[in-house]
């Protein structure tokens, strides 16, 4: 069963097509990755797949069932976690509190059962706060776990936004170029996170990224927008020597 | 951050309000010392204290809708009104307990709250401002215009004394020990929905409520939650206030005293129970001062006239509060966090 899918998906923004009828389907456990010049549609392409946007037309598929008439709130619940492009975390609140926001979805306690803090609420705020501590331990941010995240370098925050993602145990992860803005030994350390993720999880990973190099390395396939349009894909070799491809980066850079 | 030598060993100790024996120590006598208030002082401080427990519970809720969840409310007085208007009629016509009347206030006024969170859900900042206005005029439009024989329209409404056990809490200090235990219970309940996955959602859309809906948090049922937590805290504290003056009209419920509210977490710290109760405290206590130097004041320069005295109570009064915004923009709480973290860090200021 084809884990997403976004078939003949169109969406525009008043007179800018953002998606042009783009028929994305990430298999089970591949790292996808979506490249494209700026303004080729990778964000929108996240933004539809992830429930955020809904299309004009076309259908998003996940696990075979469209999530037209799903809230974005729901696609989550059902399965979907992403990571943003800069950063979009909660700077009100520590690190472990951001991260215990992405557990809310395997969380139960109503708001009378919080009001009287039953001890079981407290049971249930450990349990999920041990599935933190694995995921902060993993991520290696335990001295910061107590910080708000306000005060953090980028490079922390963009894992803090990761490990947001992780906590709500999805069934496949959406990343928006997780790698922007980092030096080469922040990349180094996020690109391990990502592939132990994988291995640990079989968890297939929607990569958008800029950087070529962390492409070519971590990619199983590679989707190329343009335009809103899909104009290539394949394996990162193919791509590589895909004259459409590199004409859409080269026409770029001219 | 702890107190040097403590570490929690268990989430629970990590998450827990009161980390130290010494916490614990202090919270019991600052509880006795609340329990034993009417031996220390004369009446006149309890009736004060009654406004000010009263107020309490209606501001922590406001500091749940407005402080964690981000949604301005300008209509807590009319929510508190539904509260008082819902005890008074439950109390004189159906003779219900108060042990009832008080949670059923809470909730009447949470329905009526909870009808301005969903338009919360389409609208933010300045017009959701100008929304909750509203629930202040919808509140005195429906009292005056509804027949007179349901809430007593613009003559207001008597309320029966509450009764326990054929007692009558009708003495400030009965009413004192009935508002006490309340605060102390709705303020224990508003750690509990703070610290849990509410609070956390609270925040979370207040901070950035694409990546909370992404995140997979109902957003629109989460800004109506929160709308009706503070609405149900304003409704209990209404019930109080109806419990306490055994009389209600619709202008003991103003869009003045709402503001009067907003102030109080502004002054005591946004996104802070504690916070909000130090934000009533000071504020009714400068309103206390000033409303009792007043007169002494009229009386004792007779030529400034009693028409200027009380004119500029007011003026006094916001005057005060424009000063702390201007000196503690971030309220008391966060002056209090920064000389705590101070204490515990020194002398190494690292
Ligand atoms: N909310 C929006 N309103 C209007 N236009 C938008 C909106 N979001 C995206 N667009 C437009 O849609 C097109 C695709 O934008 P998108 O953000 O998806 O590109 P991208 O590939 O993510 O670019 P980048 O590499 O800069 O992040 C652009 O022309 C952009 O201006
Ligand atoms: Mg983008």
Known sequence: MTPLAARDVTLRFGGVIALDRVTVEVRPDELLAIIGPNGAGKTSLLNVLSGFYRPHSGQVELEGETIRSLRVDQVARSGVARTFQGTHLFAGQTVVENILVGRDVHMRTNILQAFCYFPWVAREEDEHRRAVEEIIEFLEIESIRNERVGTLGYGLRKRVDLGRALAQEPRILLMDEPMAGMNSEEKEDLARFILDVREARKTPVVLVEHDMGVVMDLADRIVVLDFGRVIAEGTPAEMQRNPDVIRAYLGEAQ | ?350
């Open chain 2, 1 to 350: 951050m702890d107190p040097a030598g403590v570490f929690a060993v268990r989430y629970s100790q990590d998450r827990a309000l009161l980390r130290t024996r010494k916490q614990w120590f202090a919270l019991a006598v600052f509880l006795a010392a609340l329990a034993a208030l009417p031996l220390l002082v004369g009446p006149r401080l309890i009736a004060v204290a009654n406004i000010m427990l009263i107020s309490a519970i209606v501001v922590v809720g406001l500091q749940i809708c407005t402080g964690y969840a981000g949604q301005v409310n300008l209509g807590q007085a009319a929510f508190m009104g539904v509260g008082a208007y819902t005890a008074a009629v439950l109390a004189e016509r159906t003779g219900l307990s108060f042990l009832l009347t008080i949670p059923l206030s809470g909730v009447a006024a949470a329905g009526f709250g909870f009808v301005f969170g969903l338009s919360a859900a389409r609208i933010k900042g300045f017009y959701l401002a100008l929304t909750t206005i509203a629930a202040q005029f919808v509140f005195h439009f429906a009292v005056l215009n509804l027949p007179g024989s349901w809430l007593g329209g613009s003559n207001g409404a008597t309320v029966p004394p509450a009764t326990l056990f054929g007692y009558r809490i009708a003495s400030d200090t009965s009413l004192y020990y009935l508002c006490l235990v309340c605060t102390v219970i709705m303020v224990y309940g508003a750690f509990g929905i703070v610290r849990s996955r509410f609070g956390r959602a609270f925040i979370a859309v207040r901070d950035d409520d694409v990546a909370a809906g992404i995140m997979g948090i109902n957003v629109v049922a989460t800004k109506a939650t929160a709308f009706l937590v503070g609405a149900f805290y304003a409704g209990v504290g209404g019930a109080l206030w109806a419990y306490m003056l055994r009389f209600v009209a619709v202008d003991q419920f103003t869009l003045f005293n709402s503001v009067f509210f907003i102030a109080m977490i502004i002054v005591g710290g946004m996104g802070s129970v504690v916070g909000a109760l130090i934000g009533v405290f000071v504020i009714r206590a400068i309103q206390e001062l000033i409303t009792s130097l007043g007169p002494e004041l009229a009386a004792s320069v007779p030529f400034l006239g009693g028409d200027i005295v009380f004119a500029s109570m007011n003026v006094f009064l916001g005057g005060a509060i424009a000063l702390f915004l201007i000196i503690e923009p971030k309220g008391l709480m966060h002056r209090w966090n920064i000389v705590k973290a101070g204490y515990r860090l020194w002398p190494f200021p690292y």
